[in-house]
């Protein structure tokens, strides 16, 4: 598992941390990511702290989902990408860097696929027009 001392997603849940939540239920949470890979990229994550998608337990599987469906929607209705991709990494061989499950859901790039390597660190005003974009449709 990556080594962190906090997990930043359950530090966002907690408002420890700011962040730019779309959508919080009692056991699923979008989050408008500031790293966009993709048009509209958000990360989808059960509100319990689970490791891989291996400690996912059974009545959130489910949720996580229909949470994925509806984002997918929600970016399609938001950007019109040519595609949408979906993408979850378990372990560090696997590049899983935050060691809290979650599902990346973005919208493809004009020129395809998603990105790569380093983009830039979005604010969080940024990350909440985003979400104004993309609420409607959830």
């Not at 080594?3 to 056991?27: A, K, M, N, W």
């Not at 959130?60 to 209705?77: C, D, F, G, H, K």
């Amino acid at each position: 598992m990556p080594s962190v001392d906090r997990c930043p997603f359950c530090d966002y849940l907690t408002g420890f941390h700011s962040s730019t939540i779309l959508e919080r239920g009692e056991q699923v949470a979008i989050l408008v990511t500031r790293w966009q890979r993709g048009q509209g990229h958000v990360l989808v994550i059960p509100v319990a702290h689970r490791p891989t998608v291996m400690d996912v337990a059974p009545a959130e599987e489910q949720q996580l989902m229909s949470a994925v469906r509806r984002a997918a929607r929600a970016i399609t209705a938001a950007y019109d990408p040519e595609g949408i991709a979906v993408w979850q990494n378990n372990g560090v061989s696997a590049r899983q860097a935050v060691p809290h499950v979650h599902f990346h859901v973005a919208g493809t790039l004009p020129e395809g696929g998603t990105q790569s390597g380093e983009v830039p660190c979005l604010d969080l005003d940024e990350t909440e027009e985003i979400a104004k974009r993309l609420s409607p449709y959830l």
